[in-house]
Nanobody
Framework: QVQLIESGGGLVQAGGSLRLSCAAS????????MAWFRQPPGKEREFVAA????????TYAESVKGRFTISRDNAKNALYLRMDSLKPEDTANYYC???????????????????WGQGTQVTVPS
């Protein structure tokens, strides 16, 4: 059974930082693209950041560029998202996603990913 389990969410003041982690099990994602998406309250799920199987290239949503950093550790089968300078509009449930295609490249498309976690909540009060 393939599982992606996110952790690291929480309540943080505006301007603060958080580091999200995604632990994968049941399948190696070492050769798969992976990504972070988020779903703000009352809104559709949206792309945040993606990383290719080798760690490069990466791609970011314009709204987080320069503040968020995606990274991965293939030896640990793990994905990370460092979030700095957090804003109230970053409040959302954050999802980890993994692709099925070998040697996958970073993509902002939801349909590029076959495996999804349950999400971790990030709240930045205004």
């Amino acid at each position: 059974q393939v599982q992606l389990i996110e952790s690291g969410g929480g309540l943080v003041q505006a301007g603060g930082s958080l580091r999200l982690s995604c632990a994968a099990s049941g399948r190696s994602f070492s050769f798969s693209a992976m990504a972070w998406f988020r779903q703000p309250p009352g809104k559709e799920r949206e792309f945040v950041a993606a990383i290719s199987w080798s760690g490069s290239p990466v791609t970011y949503a314009e709204s987080v560029k320069g503040r968020f950093t995606i990274s991965r550790d293939n030896a640990k089968n793990a994905l990370y998202l460092r979030m700095d300078s957090l804003k109230p509009e970053d409040t959302a449930n954050y999802y980890c996603a993994g692709g099925r295609t070998a040697y996958g490249t970073a993509s902002a498309r939801e349909d590029a990913y076959d495996y999804w976690g349950q999400g971790t909540q990030v709240t930045v009060p205004s």
